[in-house]
Each structure stands twice: as structure tokens, then as C-alpha cells.
């Protein structure tokens, strides 16, 4: 077994890949640019080696500088992660020549499946069923178009060399063909240094699900089930679960056993990933074999017990897998939610900046539930510009998927981050969602479910009930504890009020006390809309997160102080609340509401970014739906339309300049 390997890979898959080194008692290394200085993998490896400018094309992607530490520190073996080098077979070839291991599959099964039209072209002769598309090169727009109008519309184009949903466009017609080859191949060139991209059928309705293999260098291949995919936003997956709640046994073996036919057809020997699009007569076909360690691969772990990094290293040490097929039981369920550095009420546009605070919920076992989370930051730490823009992967695992996504929910709700914008609300939203909860499922549910975007959502009656018990709670406990201030100059005298008034959102809900006696912990009965609700918590103030039960039912809540009130989030709902007498409420009602400014006449930069080009001139007339601008952030690029006819008046940005959230990019006379 090794005594020292290398991570060439940072943030939560770096300390992910430490964590099970460091409990098979394998000395880490990590490396860092100039960015991840302070990083937590850094902080948590046995060494750490810089590695070059901030930009990933002159760090973590320049094989020299990865292979001079490994020289440096003595380094035996190097685990890629995913993204960056870890599916290059130069770079495997490279370590190879210097004698490093790579924690990985061979260079050719690296090239026979991480290039995606090679991959198809591949599974083909293999007879392995594939969408139908073209794997040829495509030489320019027309003939793109040409392409997609043999195939049918519509149409997926993607980049050959891509991953993680950049470089990959759908077309639903001949006008989008032209557009979005060219932003296809733009993305990929900026992402991955290769522009070829191809064109295949995209199927209406479709389920993206993947089987994990397992193989090593003595013959033993195993498929260790299923994971599902399918709830993606541009392409880009948000929240996974093992195993799917469509598949039957028998088409879970039949993709299982063609998965491992595929892996041993070339000669795999790691942990990698089939993905299969399935359509909704459980028809499945073949898209790719991702060469690596998948984002999602936690949610396996779970459900099996297998800890995947831990057996691709003993792979890459020589030794055979411990287990056959017959060995590998399904237990449970599992699901994991992706949080991103992103604001979902601004089109999940990226966000960048510093966690002010980060308190995720604890891990571990809880009942019969476990909470993990996979995470590369803390608080205190800075979201770059220059990265992926995920925070940390949250894990649950139960018994069943109710249990399940109920133990995801109320971690979700307990999960504190401030600082930045972020994905925590839609995916605490997603939690309660009735077509998610059913698990009838497709690729196209955010956009099918959300066609405008994730707008802030309105608590229906129940739910202001619910919030306005938090908030009333929240609010005597807070009195309480001011009553009891060694400097109070002169506490209140008399009984506690009765009758209250909690301002939810716009409206108003009428509290009464039934038991008028503050104590700690909190355990009151009150009477709201005409139900009697027995309230329960150990909240303190100044504690971000508000645990406790009301009518019986259990909440965990995110409370902050704000002027005159507080913020409450619960289950996707962010709303602020304040408490009243009501003759407060009275006055309250007449308060004048204050309107936002008017920028109906700008183009605002909708998130930290680069302008890579602006697409009209001062003066010119635009048509509603055409380009204004392209803004590229975190390397995915953002096209800017015009709304409606105008005029464009005063250009204040230019290409190559870096602008804030909300800066000026064009003015509409």
C-alpha cells in the first residue's frame, strides 16, 4: 500500500479524498494556487505544495507542476478528483514515465471512453444501444444545422470533451442551431481547450440515471447500482438520490450488466460511472462513461457501505476487489443536495464572495437517519471567481426516500450561510415539491416546474400559522432574557400580554396566549386562526437555527435579527416577520410601502463577471430577444437579451472589463 499520495484537486473533493486516506493511514499532499492559499484541503493535508497563479489553466491543469510536487514531497500516487486533469490520459501517461501511480483507470480506457464521440463510436461496435446522433466533426454552423435537420428536432449539441453541463446547448429548431453551436464551442474551448463538440437526438422527457462500476487490474468487475440524476438545471445536476425510484430489478440488471460488459471491454480498472438517458418505457441508452470519481458518488457509498476512494486506491495498489457481485446489497436510501454559490431568485446566476458564516447541520447518525456533508470551506472562507461554484454536498440517508428527503428537508433548514447567495431556499423548496416527493421525474422538471425561474414563495394560511408561532416564540424569548438584564434599569411589572399580532410577509396574524408564562426552554400553548398550537423549543437568541416543534409537528427554522423584526426561513420560505400589539399592528397597516428604483431603461451585470463581448452599438435599434451582451462567470457564459424593442443610449462597459453585481452595462434611451 502507498505511504504518500497526492491530491491534484482542491475544495471538498480534495478533503474528501484526505478523510479516507487519512483512516487508511496514508500521508496527504496537497497542492494550491494562489487563490487556495488558505483553503481548507490545504489546511488539512499532511503538506501542501503551491502550484501557481489562481487561474486553473496555470495551476491545477499544468501536469508539470503536479508531477514536481508529487517529486518534491515523495509522492507515490496522485488522485485526480474530478474535473481539472482527471480524465487526461497524457497526464495518466505522464506519472506513468516518472514512475507516479495514477489513482484511476489506464490511459486507454481513458481514451476510449472519456472522449465522448469516441465513446459512442466505441459502444457502437459494442453493441451498446446510443441515442442516435452524428459523431463526425462538424465544420461550421450550416453544417450543424444541416446535421440536426436529418436527425429531428430537437437537438442536444455538446461539447466532446465536456462535463459538468458546459458546453452543451438544446435546440428546438434551425434558428437555434446557429447560436448555440457557437456558444457550445465557445464554452468548451474556454473550459476544456477543445472546441470539437457533436450533435445527437435529445429525448422529450427523459430520466438521467447511472450505474456505478467497480473494476480492478485481476478480472473482477461489479456494478455497485443505481444513481438518479434527473433533477438538473442547465444541464448541470442539483440534487441526486440512490437508487432510483423508477427503475425496476430487472432493467437495474440489465444496465448494470451492460455497464460492466462496457468496463471490461476496456479493460477498466477503478471506480467509474455508465450514464444512461432513460425514457419513460424504461428504454435506456448509453451517453457516456465519465473515467473518475463522480460528484454524486457519496449517495453510493450510502446505500451500499462501499467507500469508493478507499477501493480505487487499493485498485491502483494491485489489489483485487474484496467483493463479487453477489456481495453487493442495496440498503436504504440516500440523497444528496448540491449548494451552490449561486442566487436561485436571480436565475441562479453565480455569486462569488466570503462566508461571513458557514454552520452546516451535524453529521453523523440521528435517529435513523445520517447526515453527511461533503465540504471544501468554513466560515471565514472566500468563494472565488475562478472555481466550480459549489459550497458543500449534503447527504442524507433513511431507511426509506420519504424518511429520506424529510431527514434532507430538515437538514437543509438547518444549514446556515450567510455572506453570499446561495441554493440553500430552492432546494429546501424542492424538499416539499409534490411531483419531486412522488418521484416522477425527468432532466426537464426545474424548468417544467419553474418556467419563470424561482420566484420567493407566499405562505399559504398553514404555513403563516406555523411561522408565526416561530416568531412569537422567538420574540418573548428575546423579551425574557431582556427583562432579566443585570443592567436593566426597570423591568415591566404586570401579567405577560395575551393578544399579539404577527406581521408575516403582507400579512397579519392574530396570536393569542393561552399559557402566559415565559420559560426555558420554551413550552407555551397559543391559539392562531382558531387553532390551539402547543409550542416547544430550547431556542436561544443569537442562535441562528430555531429547533423545536409547533402543534406537534417538527421545525427547524433559520431566525435573524433584523430592524424592527426578524428573518425566517423555513422549507424554502424566506419571509420577514415582526411582532406587534395590536394596536401596533393598527399603525403598521398605515406604514407607506417603499417602492424599488426603476431600472426598467438599464442593463444591469446580473452577476460578478468578465463582459467577453458586447453585441450592439450606441444608438441602434433592438429587437425583444436579441443579444446585448455576453457576461462569462465561473466559466459558463451568460448571454444578455433585450426584453423588448429600444434603443440602446450609452455603452459604460467594454470587452475584458470585470464588473460587480447590478453594474451598469448598457442605458436604454
Known amino acids: ?79 485526480p478528483g474530478y474535473g481539472f486533469l482527471s480524465e487526461r490520459a497524457s497526464f495518466c501517461e505522464a506519472l506513468e514515465k516518472e514512475g507516479i501511480v495514477f489513482i484511476g483507470p489506464k490511459p486507454k480506457a481513458i481514451r476510449a471512453m472519456g472522449d465522448k464521440i469516441e465513446s459512442k463510436k466505441f459502444a457502437n461496435a459494442a453493441k451498446v444501444s446510443t441515442v442516435p446522433g452524428y459523431l463526425g466533426v462538424i465544420e461550421d454552423a450550416a453544417h450543424a444545422e444541416k446535421i440536426a435537420g436529418e436527425i429531428g428536432y430537437p437537438v442536444m449539441i455538446k461539447a466532446s470533451a465536456g462535463g459538468g453541463g458546459k458546453g452543451m446547448r438544446i435546440a428546438w429548431n434551425e434558428a437555434a442551431v446557429c447560436d448555440g453551436f457557437d456558444r457550445a464551442r465557445s464554452e468548451a474551448r474556454s473550459s476544456f481547450g477543445d472546441d470539437r463538440v457533436f450533435i445527437e437526438k435529445y429525448i422529450v422527457d427523459p430520466r438521467h440515471i447511472e450505474i456505478q462500476v467497480l473494476a480492478d487490474a485481476h478480472g473482477n468487475a461489479v456494478y455497485l447500482g443505481e444513481r438518479e440524476c434527473s433533477i438538473q438545471r442547465r444541464n448541470q445536476k442539483v440534487v441526486e438520490e440512490a437508487p432510483s425510484p423508477f427503475l425496476d430489478e430487472k432493467t437495474r440488471q440489465a444496465m448494470g450488466k451492460q455497464s460492466v460488459a462496457l468496463a471490461k471491454a476496456v479493460d477498466y480498472q477503478s471506480a467509474g460511472t455508465v450514464e444512461f438517458i432513460v425514457d419513460r418505457d424504461r428504454n435506456f441508452y448509453f451517453l457516456e462513461m465519465n473515467t473518475r470519481l463522480q460528484v454524486e458518488h457519496p449517495v453510493t457509498e450510502l446505500v451500499t457501505g462501499i467507500d469508493l476512494v478507499e477501493q480505487m486506491i487499493r485498485v491502483a495498489a494491485d489489489e483485487a476487489l474484496p467483493f463479487s457481485q453477489k456481495d453487493i446489497k442495496l440498503n436504504g436510501w440516500a440523497i444528496e443536495s448540491r449548494l451552490y ?45 475562478y472555481y466550480d461554484p459549489m459550497i458543500a454536498k449534503l447527504c442524507t440517508w433513511a431507511p426509506d426516500r420519504p424518511a429520506a428527503i424529510d431527514a434532507m428537508g430538515q437538514a437543509l433548514d438547518g444549514f446556515v450561510v450567510d455572506g453570499i447567495a446561495h441554493n440553500l431556499p430552492f432546494l429546501a423548496a424542492l424538499m416539499t415539491h409534490p411531483r419531486w416527493r412522488e418521484g416522477r421525474l425527468s432532466t426537464g422538471f426545474i424548468a417544467e416546474e419553474y418556467p419563470d425561474g424561482f420566484a420567493p414563495m407566499v405562505p399559504d394560511q398553514r404555513e403563516e400559522t406555523m411561522l408565526a408561532a416561530v416568531a412569537l416564540s422567538a420574540s418573548l424569548i428575546e423579551a425574557n432574557r431582556r427583562e432579566r438584564h443585570v443592567d436593566r434599569l426597570r423591568a415591566s411589572v404586570g401579567d405577560l400580554r395575551e393578544e399579539w399580532v404577527v406581521k408575516i410577509g403582507g400579512s397579519y396574524v392574530p396570536v393569542r396566549l393561552i399559557d ?154
Open 516 to 669: 402566559g408564562l415565559v420559560t426555558i426552554p420554551f413550552d407555551m400553548e397559543m391559539e392562531a386562526v382558531g387553532e390551539k398550537l402547543h409550542v416547544i423549543t430550547d431556542w436561544r437568541p443569537g442562535d441562528p437555527v430555531w429547533n423545536g416543534a409547533v402543534g406537534g409537528q417538527a421545525v427547524t427554522a433559520q431566525v435573524r435579527p433584523v430592524l424592527n423584526g426578524m428573518l425566517i426561513d423555513w422549507q424554502g420560505l424566506a419571509v420577514r416577520a415582526g411582532v406587534f400589539t395590536p394596536r401596533h399592528a393598527e399603525l403598521d397597516r398605515l406604514m407607506p410601502v417603499k417602492l424599488p428604483p426603476d431600472t426598467s431603461k438599464l442593463l444591469l451585470c446580473p452577476m460578478p463577471g468578465l463582459v467577453i463581448s458586447i453585441a450592439v452599438a450606441e444608438g441602434q435599434e433592438v429587437k425583444a430577444g436579441e443579444t446585448l451582451a455576453v457576461v462569462e462567470a465561473m466559466k459558463m457564459e451568460n448571454v444578455l437579451r433585450a426584453e423588448r424593442d429600444l434603443v440602446v443610449g450609452k455603452i459604460n462597459a467594454k470587452p475584458g472589463e470585470s464588473l460587480a453585481v447590478d453594474a451598469v452595462i448598457l442605458e436604454f434611451a
Open 1 to 79: 500500500m502507498f505511504k504518500k499520495i497526492l491530491i491534484a484537486n482542491r475544495g471538498e473533493i480534495a478533503c474528501r479524498v484526505i478523510k479516507t486516506a487519512r483512516r487508511m493511514g496514508i500521508a496527504t499532499v496537497a497542492v494550491y494556487s494562489d487563490a487556495d492559499r488558505d483553503a481548507l484541503h490545504v489546511e488539512m493535508a499532511d503538506e501542501a505544495v503551491h502550484i501557481g497563479p489562481a487561474a486553473a489553466a496555470e495551476s491545477y491543469l499544468v501536469a508539470e507542476k503536479i508531477i514536481a510536487a508529487c517529486k518534491e514531497t515523495g509522492a507515490e500516487a496522485v488522485h
Open 341 to 385: 454559490a449561486e442566487d436561485p431568485y436571480r436565475n441562479f446566476l453565480p455569486s462569488i464572495g466570503r462566508l461571513t458564516r458557514y454552520r452546516p447541520p451535524a453529521e453523523g447518525r440521528h435517529g435513523n437517519t445520517i447526515v453527511r456533508n461533503d465540504t471544501g470551506v468554513f466560515e471565514g472562507a472566500e468563494i472565488s471567481m
